[in-house]
């Protein structure tokens, strides 16, 4: 038996060493090394759960109609709806995705950013009636956070450069780009948070870490900010103007494990919640011109709950029941009567909804499609909590396929997000529909330590030393899946994004004998090379979440952690995937992945966009990434083509 084994082995070793054999090809902006050919069958497929379209809110107009963003091609770009169930029609035709916008008051114009090619260095432009936009910012710079004055003829925003973790405050008439002007000498990540009812102070924000933000007032005219709400590090998040200018209100977990709705008086900078005790976080909140309307939403185990309450009487107004889901952008009609809500959930695409807040009444303004599936076969997810090392429980969303026959074993998928400050929530992903359908698969999203939406110490469980703690959970996953009769512990595949990308590497690294194979979109491949090449303007909060590579102790922990230094771990096949131009995890830690794992005869598969940075925003990409990834997992999963044939991806063995 010894010597069969050997001799299998190095046969796997002879064709992975022969794989290694670099056929490349190109498909659109795409280059794909050792992809195999997309089957007709797998592209046709895909393209089934690729035309659902989604509706997000953008801003109220001064006519009373809605803005949203929306897909028609292959990008999202801004329509206006008039009323509900009335057309989307589109003002905005840009090959480039738009990156918010918002209605310049008391005009028919309207702001907007955008980016070239994914690479995050945001311009703004303002866009009259007849289409035109004008470019308002400077190229080169990065430019984001954009606030305008309620009487529309003041814009502030904050800038960085190349180069540089420093960030200025500019304002500038939005009509005439050539008033543009620096106010504000900033340093570190300072942003415009909101400007005063008055127009005469700026409220800022200074972003030191993942867990810990300042706020400051400032004349609009420039001078020293003066900060409010000294304290305990804590979040000061989505921070506005109310009633008057004299408070100030914003999402905080000061004094608290969750997150809160608080007040700030100004003057005093004291701190006082305004929302009710609970074991669950305040997202988000809006509040109407005249500080009367106050609408927020709480994240209840990943679905939201949206409150509205009188801010000046302190009374709660109608609440809305909206389908059970996930609450993207919320915007209050500056008159506060109207509350415009994205929603969407695990059987429905993202769509706008309008509750008459003094009425009571909920409209749905838009029905989005959902393509050629039947909605009924679509997964719903389960709440599930496994236990992992340390007894800490962890908090997963279960799909199963609802074709699997009760007890019949099904392969796994586990899917991490990024982040790490982010958390997985029940809403609209074809991707997830997807791979249940066409691998016949469960597919796990865990919400490991470092998630958000469990409280501040559950997110702080990963940070520096603490970094495999996280990996560790899905080893313990590994241990649930083991156990639970329905679900095949020999078949189960890994893939995550970003900072999901690392987990997947390392868990690749950790627990290969358990897994069949692994997907890693722009993950971290080494530590240390992440915090020296990732843009300058971000990497200071990075290193408050992950570690200061410039400090021995660090760096001795990320050369030990990191997935490049335990390459040779990685005994099972991988696809990785990057954008060209992506600003946070630069293409060179997806590369050294690949060259790696090549140099040891591990079967790798790369796929490379010229037109994306950090995550994929084009139609045309996403479409081609899924389908490289569903005959990548079928071939690590031996799972069938739909029709019952096997899969025409090659079968994959594993050292």
Do not use: C
């Not at 405050?169 to 620096?182: E, G, T, Y």
């Not at 900060?227 to 000061?254: C, K, M, N, Y």
């Not at 959930?345 to 009444?361: F, I, L, R």
């Amino acid at each position: 038996m010894r010597h069969l084994l050997a001799t299998t082995t190095l046969l796997a070793l002879a064709a992975a060493a022969s794989a290694q054999q670099v056929a490349t090809r190109t498909v659109g902006a795409a280059t794909l090394e050792n992809v195999p050919t997309i089957p007709a069958e797998v592209t046709e497929a895909v393209s089934r759960y690729q035309q659902s379209r989604s509706a997000g809110v953008v801003d109220w107009a001064d006519d009373g109609s809605l803005l949203i963003t929306t897909r028609f091609g292959a990008t999202a770009q801004l329509h206006r709806v008039a009323g509900p169930g009335m057309d989307r029609r589109q003002i905005t035709f840009a090959a480039e995705p738009i990156a918010g916008a918002r209605s310049i008051p008391g005009s028919d114009r309207i702001l907007y950013g955008r980016d070239t090619g994914g690479d995050e260095w945001f311009q703004l432009y303002a866009m009259g009636p007849d289409g035109r936009s004008v470019q308002l910012t400077e190229t080169g710079t990065r430019n984001s956070g954009p606030v305008i004055a309620r009487d529309g003829r003041r814009l502030y925003w904050s800038r960085s450069s190349k180069g540089s973790s420093d960030y200025d405050i500019l304002a500038a008439d939005p009509a005439d780009p050539a008033s543009r002007v620096v106010i504000h000498k900033g340093a570190g990540a300072i942003g415009v948070d909101d400007v005063s009812p008055d127009g005469r102070t700026l409220l800022l924000s200074r972003a030191l870490s993942n867990i810990e933000q300042k706020l400051y007032v400032m004349p609009v005219a420039g001078g020293t900010p003066r900060e409010i709400a000294t304290g305990t590090p804590a979040l000061l998040q989505a921070a506005r103007f109310g009633r008057g200018g004299t408070t100030v209100l914003a999402v905080s977990d000061r004094g608290s494990d969750v997150k809160r709705l608080v007040e700030i008086d100004v003057a005093s900078g004291r701190m006082t919640p305004i929302s009710p005790a609970s074991k669950w976080n305040v997202e988000d909140f809006d509040l109407s011109d005249d500080g009367r309307v106050l609408a927020y939403a709480v994240n209840e185990d990943g679905y939201s709950r949206v409150v509205v309450r009188d801010l000046v009487t302190r009374r709660a107004l109608p609440q809305p029941t909206l389908p059970a889901g996930v609450v993207g952008t919320m915007r209050l009609s500056p008159d506060g009567q109207r509350l415009a809500i994205g929603l969407a959930s695990p059987t429905a695409p993202g769509d706008v909804w309008v509750w008459d807040t003094g009425a009571g009444k909920l409209t749905r303004w838009t029905e989005s499609e959902i393509g050629p599936i039947d909605r009924a076969t679509l997964p719903e997810p389960k709440l599930m909590r496994f236990e992992s090392f340390d007894k800490l429980s962890v908090p997963a969303f279960v799909y199963r396929p609802k074709k699997a026959a009760a007890g019949a074993k099904t392969p796994v998928l586990i899917s991490i997000h990024g982040g790490p400050e982010a958390q997985a929530r029940p809403g609209w992903s074809p991707t997830i529909a997807s791979f249940v359908d066409m691998l016949g698969a469960t597919v796990i999203v865990p919400n490991v330590r470092g998630s958000d939406g469990h409280g501040t110490s559950y997110l702080n469980l990963d940070n520096a030393e603490k970094r495999e703690d996280s990996v560790k959970d899905i080893g313990a996953l590994l241990d649930w899946i083991a156990k639970q009769p329905d679900l095949d512990a020999s078949r189960v595949a890994v893939i995550g994004g970003s900072y999901g990308g690392y987990m997947s590497l390392a868990a690749m690294t950790m627990y290969s004998d358990r897994l069949a194979g692994g997907v890693d979109l722009f993950g971290i491949g080494d530590w240390t090379t992440f915090l020296e090449k990732t843009e300058a303007y971000r990497r200071d909060l990075r290193r408050a979440e992950y570690g200061d590579e410039r400090t021995p102790a660090m760096k001795a922990v990320f050369a030990r952690i990191s997935p490049r230094a335990n390459v040779a771990r990685i005994t099972k096949p991988m696809l990785i995937e990057q954008g060209a131009n992506d600003p946070r995890v630069p293409r060179a830690e997806s590369e050294q992945m690949v060259a790696a794992l090549r140099a040891r005869g591990v079967p790798v598969s790369y796929l490379l966009f010229a037109d994306e940075g950090h995550g994929w925003r084009k139609k045309p990409n996403s479409d081609l990434s899924l389908q490289v990834e569903t005959v990548f997992l079928r071939g690590v999963l031996g799972t069938p083509a739909a029709d019952g044939v096997a899969s025409t991806a090659p079968a994959i063995t594993a050292r």
